[in-house]
């Protein structure tokens, strides 16, 4: 199962490279191809399990980042995408060391910081989780 999950995410990468028009690059072992024209990440700030203020833009800036808007009592989809970006995480160390995982509660009346440090750690303890007003 963890295997099928890693195919799924390599042969969706493998689509998505030959889909973009662009360069192909490589940094270390890893390769891919350079949007000719990025999005840039959103700069928002938000509170951390510790409750301490994180600005993602620039807490994330240069590293590889996956950006997950979830909450903690999804009963299926949530838990397991991030069991899969686990494992391809403990499949490929190298892209591990290199990536943060970033998820963001979009249920924050209920998603206490405390809870979403919980739920986290069940898939990886170095997965950031933020929370937030409505508004924010």
């Known amino acids: 199962m963890a295997s ?3 195919l799924v995410v390599v042969a969706m990468l493998s689509l998505l490279a030959a889909a973009c028009a662009g360069t192909r690059v490589s ?22 399990t510790d409750g301490h203020p994180f600005e993602f833009a620039h807490a994330t800036e240069g590293e590889i980042t996956l950006l997950y808007f979830g909450y903690t009592r999804c009963p299926d989809i949530c838990p ?13 160390p190298q892209v591990a060391g290199r990536a943060t995982v970033v998820f963001v509660s979009v249920d924050p009346d209920r998603d206490t910081p405390e ?3 919980a739920f986290l750690d069940n898939f990886d303890p170095n ?10």
Do not use: C, S, W, Y
Not at 35 to 47: C, G, I, N, V, W
Not at 127 to 136: A, H, N, R, V, Y
């Open 80 to 92: 397991v995408h991030l069991a899969q970006i686990a494992e391809a995480f403990n499949q490929l």
């Open 4 to 6: 099928r999950g890693l």
């Open 115 to 117: 809870l979403i440090r």
């Open 27 to 48: 940094q270390g072992d890893l390769m891919g191809v350079a949007m000719a024209d990025p999005t840039p990440k959103p700069d928002f700030t938000l509170t951390d």
């Open 127 to 136: 997965f950031i989780g933020l929370t937030g007003t409505p508004e924010e």
